[in-house]
């Protein structure tokens, strides 16, 4: 750091000022004041910087052999001064008074360096530069740079402002009281420059459903070096950062690799910045991704319920994809297309459903990504029936109530996309059946044509071996039977003697009985 130095007259000047300010401030030292006069003068003229300019001791200025001569003199006693009575920057020895503090500035912005005396004595103080030029001396400043401002000057504090601070400025600060011993302390001021800029460029503009993608976001000319962190929506990813030195700036560039999917389409990739110098500086790009069409079959109609022979059926078919896609068709899987059915664009209607519609129904839809599809699983059933009254057969020696009930036979749908199985009987559709089955309560179960035909067909043919069995077996049991009047009238030539003999048979009736069972 270089400024502007005092002329001739302008170095006298401040000579004498500076001579009468420590002749002040040795008169209030007890005892030995020539010394302390001789001291201060040796100090004061021997200040750094003073009429010297990059170590030229006659300064930067031309000037008549007398003052040149005078000037390297100063010169001298400063190196006999300094080399007596210097005190390392920093010291906290004892009896030091000297307090100051490290200054952190962002470049462009104003510091601030204030050298304070804890128990003052009125002892002169003074600032100089990290090139120990002077500054400020009490509350006069040699260097011509008009950045530096005094904010306050009393006998226990020098406070300066540095306006406009650039990296040039950064270093050490000396803060020099003029005691007994003479004593110095340092401050350090740093200068933060925030990124210069912040860039994110990507590896393809528009990427595809499945590929990887390389971003790489770069902070250019930032001190100290940034740090870069990655934000996907509000998910926080793992970049890999890279950092470059030129002179006292650095350039960090962070690289992150994504694989991305249809989710990402429209997300926001955010680069993040962590700097001292600066808060909340990122900068974002929108993903731009490209995906096969996503179909979806929906069934307008019948909206609730099943699909039954001789109703109509119309499907709708929705695709979704970036781009959008063109082309949409329906087809039958493993069959051809009934020649009843009307498609038209993403529709497809059946107005006359029967039973050979049955099958599984494609909607396909392709763009420039690919071609997807949805399946719609179609099952047709039986169309309602009215339920008869039960009704009673009677005969002459049984009577066997019979009761036959003829219902629609049902079946569990297929399942598709959006239709759901009925889990009981009590989901089946009896919207049809109001007019037969009025005022009942309960479900009503339904039983196939074909099983109740064969139902009655075995209990019939049961009854028939069952009344053939019992006629063969009475058949075979039936005989002639006798009262006890007439036995042994059978021998008799007439009726008396048939009488007598069945009179005279009574006492062999224990001999011979015949029993039935």
Known sequence: MTGSWLTNKETSDWFQMSQKARSAAARQRQGNSQKRAAESRSLVVASPGYGIAGGDPLGSRDCSSKNAYQLFALGLMVLGTRGEAGVDPGSDGDGQNLVTE???????DVATISCRVKNSDDSVIQLLNPNRQTIYFRDFRPLKDSRFQLVNFSNSELRVSLTNVSISDEGRYFCQLYTDPPQEIYTTITVLVPPRNLVIDIQKEIAVEGEEIELNCTAMASRPATTIRWFKGNKE????????????????????????????????VICLVDHPAVKDLQTQRYLEVMYKPQVRVSQNYPVQGLTREGEPLELTCAAFGKPQPTDMRWLRVDDEMPQHVVVSGSNLLISNLNKTDNGTYR??????????????????YDPPTTIPPPTTTTTTTTTIPTTITDTTATTEPAVHGFTQLPNSAEELDYGDLSDSRAGEEGAIRSVDHAVVGGVVAVVVFA?????IILGRYFARHKGTYFTHEAKGADDAADADTAIINAEGGQNNSEEKKEYFI
Do not use: I
Request: glycine share 8%; proline share 2%.
């Open 102 to 108: 490290d200054v952190t500035v962002v470049e462009g």
């Open 237 to 268: 990813l793992t970049g890999k950062s890279e950092v470059e030195q030129w002179s006292d700036m650095y350039t960090v560039t962070s690289q992150l690799v994504l694989k991305v999917g249809r989710e990402d389409d429209g997300v926001p």
């Open 363 to 380: 909607c396909e839809a392709s763009n420039a990504v690919g071609k997807s599809h949805a399946d719609y699983m179609l099952f047709v």
């Open 463 to 467: 009854m028939l071996c069952l009344l």
